[in-house]
C-alpha cells in the first residue's frame, strides 16, 4: 500500500500557485495565489524570538490561523504544513507555523510539554499576530496531536483575538489521557517511548541558514539543558498540581470560543472528543473517524475525508461571521465502524458514517449484562473466580497510539483471550449498536497490597477470531480515585469500576463479545512490584454497561480529501514503516517486544538540509518475574547540508524494583565526526502504588 504524499512544487519566498491534489483526479487550481514568507520573527516580552513561517493569501487582509509545535517547521512538518496551509491559505486565510520556544529555529529552551511558558508565549503570539497589517484582528488556532493539546490550553485563556479552535487527536486531561498514565498505572509503552523522542527532539540544532553564526551556541545550550522527561513524569505518579495546569477537564468553562474536535476511534484520545462534546458550554462540534492519530484527509483505516474543506468552512462562519451552517451540523458526526476480521494493517474499516444531536451519558448504558461463571447476559452467580496472568501476556495489544504503520493495529485476540480470565455472551439474534464508553463494574479482592486490573472487550465471530473493539486498565490502589491511592487489604473486596475507552461499532447477529480479564498488560502497562491474583465475586453488581446511541440519521459522507501540491522533497532511502516485532527466548524465558521506528527515511529538503531519523526499542519482561521489566530506546538523527554536518545518538533505559524506579539516559552530539557533547544521567524514583 502507498501512504505517501505525491510529490509537488510549492515556492518559497515568491508567489506560489498551489494545486489541490487528489486521488485519481486532475489537480484544479484553488481561488488564491499564496506568498510564503520564511523566516519570520515573532518577539516575545523576554526578549525571546520565535521562528514562524507564514502563508500569505491575496486578500490584503484577512483572518489568522496559528499552528505552534516543536517539530521543526523547516523539514519534518515541512509536507504537512505546506499541503494544509497552503490549502486554507488559498480559501483567504494568513497562516502561521510557529515552532516552539527552545525547538527548530526558535530560541530559548523547551524544558517541559504544555508548560505554563508555553501557554504565555502563545498568548503573546496571538497577539502579534492579531496587530499585523495583513490580520483583521480574528485568529483561530488549530493542531494535532501536541498542537491540539495546546490550542485547547491557550483557548481556555482566554485572548481576546482567538475567535475559535480546532483541535484534532487531542487530549483535555494530562494525567489520565495522554501518554504518561492508563487508569493509575505507568504506562510503559508510551511514557519511555515518548519521553525519549523528546530527548532526542530536544538535541537536534537549530538551521545555520536561518539563525546564522549563532547556531552553533544555540546548539549547545539546548544539549547542556536537555534532560529525560520521563524523569518529570515520574515524579508526578498521582493527579496532582502537574497535572491539572494544562488539562482543560478541570474547567471546561474557562473555554469560551467555539471548538471543533476531531479525532478516530483507534486513536489514544477518543475519549476526550465526547468529553468536549458534553461538557463546553461554548459552541462545539465533534467528528470521529475510523483513523489512528493522524490527518483525517489521510486517516488510516479510512475512509479518509475532505477535512480540509470542513476546516474551511468552520474558519469562514466564526473568522468571518459567513453564516453557511457550519454551527447547524449536528452535535456529533461519527463513523459506526462495523466488524472486519481482525489484522495488525487495515486499510479501510467497514461502517458507515451517521449524525447525532446528542452523545450519551458515560455512567450507565441502555445495554446491561450481568457478568456470570464464564459468560455475560445469562443471568448472575455467586461464584469467585481468580486470575494471575502471565506477566508477558499483551504482546498482540498492537500500538497504544496507531499511525497507520504496519503493525499498529491488534491482530485476532485468541490466544491472549486463553491466557485471561473470559466472560461470553450468547451469539446476537440481532445487531448491537454501542457508542460512547463502555464500563465494567466488578467486585474484586486481591492476595498483595498492589494489583493491576486490565479489561478487554472483543467481537468474537462464528470462526472463533477475536476482535479487540476496546479496552480499559485500572491499578486497583487507584480505586477510589487518581489523587490519593491506598494500597489493598489481602482477602478484602472492592467494589470497582473499569472504565473502557469510547467506541463507536455495530456488534453484528450471529457474533458474540468477551469480556478479557487480566492482571498483566505488557507492554502497555508497567507490572506491579508483585505477582498478584485477583478474584472476581460474582454476584450482585458485577455487570457490563454498553452505551447506547441516540437516535441517529445518517448523512451525507464528507467530500473527497483534497491538498494543495507538497513541496519538493527528494527521497534518499525510503521511510521504513514502523514495526513491532514479538519473540521468546527459550533460554533465559525472556520476552521480547522489538520496536523499530524510521519518522521520515532520508529526505532532501528544497532548503538543501538533509535529514536522516531512526529508532529502536527493546521492551523485555520475563515471566514471573515483575521486576525483570525494562525498556531500552537508540535513536540516531543525522542533519547535512554541504559541509555542515551534525549527528546525535540518544539511549534512554527504564527499570524499576520493588521500591523505585531507574532511568538512565545518554547523549553525544557530533559536528562532523568531532564530539562536541556527551553526557550520561541516572535517576531513581520512589514508586507510589504504581
Known amino acids: 500500500m502507498n501512504r505517501t504524499a505525491a510529490a509537488g512544487t510549492v515556492a518559497t519566498g515568491a508567489t506560489a500557485k498551489p494545486q489541490v491534489t487528489e486521488a485519481d483526479a486532475d489537480a484544479t487550481d484553488l481561488p488564491q495565489a499564496v506568498r510564503i514568507l520564511d523566516p519570520v520573527w515573532i518577539p516575545l516580552s523576554d526578549g525571546t524570538r ?40 488559498a480559501h483567504g486565510y494568513a497562516c502561521v507555523r510557529v515552532d516552539l520556544r527552545g525547538s527548530g529555529d526558535s530560541e530559548g529552551i523547551l524544558d517541559d510539554e504544555y508548560s505554563p511558558q508555553e501557554q504565555a508565549d502563545l498568548v503573546e503570539v496571538i497577539a502579534w499576530i492579531a496587530e499585523q497589517p495583513w490580520c483583521t484582528g480574528a485568529v483561530g488556532m488549530t493542531g494535532i496531536s501536541w498542537s491540539g493539546f495546546n490550542s485547547l490550553q491557550v483557548a481556555a485563556h482566554r485572548p481576546p483575538a482567538l475567535k475559535a479552535i480546532i ?46 553564526e549563532r547556531w552553533r551556541a544555540m546548539w549547545l545550550n539546548r544539549l547542556r539543558r536537555n534532560r529525560l522527561m520521563t524523569e518529570t513524569w515520574l515524579a508526578h505518579q498521582t493527579r496532582d498540581h502537574y497535572w491539572a495546569q494544562g488539562s482543560v477537564i478541570e474547567d471546561y468553562a474557562a473555554i469560551k470560543c467555539p471548538v471543533l474536535a476531531v479525532g478516530g476511534w483507534s486513536d489514544a484520545y477518543t475519549d476526550t472528543l465526547l468529553r468536549l462534546g458534553t461538557s463546553l458550554s461554548s459552541p462545539v462540534r465533534v467528528i470521529v473517524g475510523p483513523w489512528g492519530h493522524t490527518w483525517p484527509e489521510r486517516g488510516v483505516p479510512g475512509p479518509a475525508i475532505g477535512f480540509l474543506q470542513e476546516c474551511v468552512s468552520w474558519w469562514d462562519r466564526w473568522l468571518k461571521d459567513v453564516p453557511n451552517g457550519a454551527d447547524e451540523e449536528p452535535l456529533l458526526r461519527y463513523y459506526r465502524q462495523e466488524y472486519a476480521t481482525p489484522h495488525a494493517d487495515l486499510d479501510e ?70 491466557g485471561s480470565l ?20 466488578v467486585v474484586v479482592s486481591s492476595d498483595r497490597p498492589q494489583a493491576n486490573l486490565v479489561v478487554r472487550l472483543c467481537e468474537i465471530a462464528p470462526d472463533g477470531s477475536s476482535a479487540l473493539l476496546t479496552r480499559g486498565v485500572l491499578n486497583l490502589t487507584h480505586r477510589g480515585g487518581h489523587a490519593w491511592p491506598e494500597l489493598l487489604e489481602s482477602g478484602r473486596t472492592y467494589r470497582v469500576r473499569v472504565p473502557l475507552k469510547a467506541i463507536g461499532v455495530r456488534v453484528a447477529a450471529g457474533h458474540r463479545l468477551r469480556v478479557a480479564v487480566s492482571t498483566t498488560y505488557w507492554p502497555w502497562v508497567w507490572p506491579s512490584p508483585e505477582e498478584a491474583t485477583v478474584s472476581l465475586h460474582l454476584g450482585a453488581g458485577c455487570r457490563l454497561s454498553l452505551p ?10 464528507f467530500a473527497p480529501p ?27 524465558g525472556e520476552h521480547v517486544y522489538a520496536l523499530r521506528r524510521d519518522l521520515t527515511g532520508i529526505q532532501r529538503f528544497p532548503s538543501g538540509l538533509v535529514y536522516d531519523d531512526t529508532e529502536d526499542g527493546r521492551f523485555t519482561i520475563t515471566d514471573g518475574d515483575p521486576l525483570s521489566a525494562r525498556v531500552k530506546l537508540r535513536r540516531v538523527t543525522s542533519m547535512y547540508r554541504g559541509a555542515w554536518r551534525t549527528t546525535v545518538e540518544t539511549e534512554s533505559e527504564m527499570w524499576s524494583t520493588a521500591t523505585d524506579f531507574h532511568l538512565r539516559s545518554r547523549q553525544v552530539a557530533r559536528e562532523g565526526d568531532h564530539v562536541v557533547f556527551e553526557r550520561e544521567h541516572t535517576a531513581a524514583l520512589p514508586r507510589r502504588l504504581t
Open 562 to 588: 483534497v491538498t494543495a501540491a507538497p513541496p519538493e522533497v527528494e527521497s534518499l532511502r525510503e521511510r521504513r514503516p514502523q514495526l513491532g516485532e514479538i519473540a521468546h527466548d527459550p533460554v533465559t
Open 50 to 89: 520565535l521562528a514562524a513561517r507564514i502563508w500569505l493569501p491575496e486578500d490584503p487582509v484577512a483572518p489568522a490561523v496559528l499552528e505552534a509545535m516543536p517539530y521543526r517547521r523547516g523539514d519534518i512538518t515541512l509536507v504537512d504544513d505546506e499541503v494544509r496551509f497552503g490549502y486554507v491559505a
Open 167 to 212: 483541535t484534532v487527536c487531542s487530549s483535555d486531561d494530562r494525567y489520565d489521557n495522554d501518554v504518561h498514565y492508563i487508569g493509575g498505572a505507568v504506562l510503559a509503552f508510551y511514557m519511555a517511548v515518548w519521553g525519549h523522542v523528546m530527548l532526542a527532539f530536544n538535541a537536534r540544532p537549530p538551521d545555520p541558514d536561518v539563525v546564522g
Open 349 to 418: 474499516r467497514p461502517g458507515r458514517w451517521l449524525a447525532a444531536a446528542s452523545i450519551p451519558a458515560v455512567e450507565h448504558g441502555a445495554h446491561v449484562m450481568d457478568l456470570g461463571n464464564g459468560t455475560i447476559g445469562a443471568g448472575r452467580c455467586g461464584e469467585v473466580l481468580s486470575i494471575r496472568t502471565a506477566q508477558s501476556l499483551g504482546a498482540l495489544a498492537g500500538s497504544w497510539l496507531p499511525y497507520g504503520n504496519p503493525t499498529d493495529l491488534p491482530p485476532d485476540q485468541s490466544p491472549e483471550d486463553a
Open 422 to 441: 473470559g466472560f461470553d455472551s450468547a451469539p446476537f439474534t440481532a445487531d448491537l449498536d454501542i457508542l460512547g464508553q463502555p464500563v465494567l463494574e
Open 548 to 557: 447506547a446511541p441516540p437516535d441517529t440519521v445518517p448523512f451525507t459522507p
